[in-house]
C-alpha cells in the first residue's frame, strides 16, 4: 500500500511562488508514478504533472510546463512541486496521487491520493 500527504498549499500573490510537497511511504515504490492534479471550482480534476520514482520520466501539462517543476528528493520519500509564475487559473485544490508503473494524465488511473492542499492564487 502507499500513503501520500500533500501540505505547502497556501494563498498567494498573482506572480509569486508555491512549493508544494507530497510524503510518500510504501513497501516498494519502484516502478511507481507519483503525480500532481489538481481540481479548480467547478471543473473536473485535471493533470498537472508526474514523475516516476526514480526521476528519468516527467512530464507536464502544457499549461504549467514552463513554470512548475516536479522533483524528488533522494534522501527521503518526498515529491516537490515547484510552482512559480502562479496565475489566478492555477488555483484550486492539489492531489498528489500515486500509481504502478508509467505515469498517466488521467485521474481516474491513480491508485493512491492524498488529502490535498488547497491553492488559492488572487489577481
Known amino acids: 500500500q502507499v500513503e501520500l500527504v500533500e501540505s505547502g498549499g497556501g494563498l498567494v500573490q498573482a506572480g509569486g511562488s508555491l512549493r508544494l510537497s507530497c510524503a510518500a511511504s510504501g513497501r516498494n515504490l519502484n516502478g511507481y508514478t507519483i503525480g500532481w492534479l489538481r481540481q479548480a471550482l467547478g471543473k473536473e480534476r485535471e493533470f498537472v504533472a508526474h514523475?516516476?520514482?526514480?526521476?528519468?520520466?516527467?512530464n507536464y501539462a502544457d499549461s504549467v510546463k514552463d513554470r512548475f517543476t516536479i522533483f524528488r528528493a533522494n534522501a527521503k520519500n518526498t515529491v516537490y512541486l515547484q510552482m512559480n509564475s502562479l496565475e489566478p487559473e492555477d488555483t484550486g485544490v492539489y492531489y498528489c496521487?500515486?500509481?504502478?508503473?508509467?505515469?498517466?494524465?488521467?485521474?481516474?488511473?491513480?491508485?493512491?491520493w492524498g488529502q490535498g492542499t488547497r491553492v488559492i492564487v488572487s489577481s
Open positions: 496521487a500515486g500509481k504502478g508503473g508509467v505515469g498517466s494524465r488521467y485521474p481516474n488511473h491513480y491508485n493512491y
Open positions: 514523475i516516476s520514482w526514480s526521476g528519468g520520466v516527467r
